[in-house]
């Protein structure tokens, strides 16, 4: 998990949460990308770095029901983190939810979803 090991709180803390966000979800575009079996570890790394990056926002956000709602979106990654093969209608529902943390986010859904 070394991928954003120079990402400091600090640095991290000055993006808008809607940027943070943005980032997390760059991160689950790049694991869907690689949920063929033979990417599964580079999809594996690439949860490890969704996992990082939620827990830098969970840690720089002083909004406890964000907080909240981060920790139970995180146990979703985690699960897909230490799936055996890849759930790729698992991984979908958890990037939606990701997007509908914040409005701009959200923009990024297709309409209807």
Same mark, same amino acid.
């Given at each position: 998990m070394s991928h954003h090991a120079g990402l400091s709180p600090e640095r991290w803390a000055g993006f808008s949460l809607d940027q943070q966000v943005l980032m997390i979800a760059n991160e689950m575009h790049? &694991? =869907?990308? $690689?949920? =063929?079996?033979d990417g599964r570890e580079r999809a594996r790394n690439a949860y490890a770095r969704v996992l990082? @990056? *939620?827990? $830098? *926002? +969970? /840690?720089v956000n002083p909004c406890r029901p964000l907080r909240r709602e981060l920790l139970r979106w995180r146990d979703l990654v985690a699960a897909l983190?230490? =799936?055996p +093969? !890849? /759930?790729p209608g698992a991984h979908a529902a958890a990037f939606? &939810? %990701? %997007?509908?943390l914040t409005p701009e986010a959200s923009k990024? @859904? !297709?309409?209807?979803?």
């Open positions: 790049r &694991a =869907a990308k $690689l949920s =063929a079996p990082q @990056l *939620t827990d $830098l *926002t +969970i /840690e983190y230490v =799936a +093969i !890849a /759930e939606r &939810a %990701l %997007l509908r990024q @859904l !297709a309409p209807g979803r």
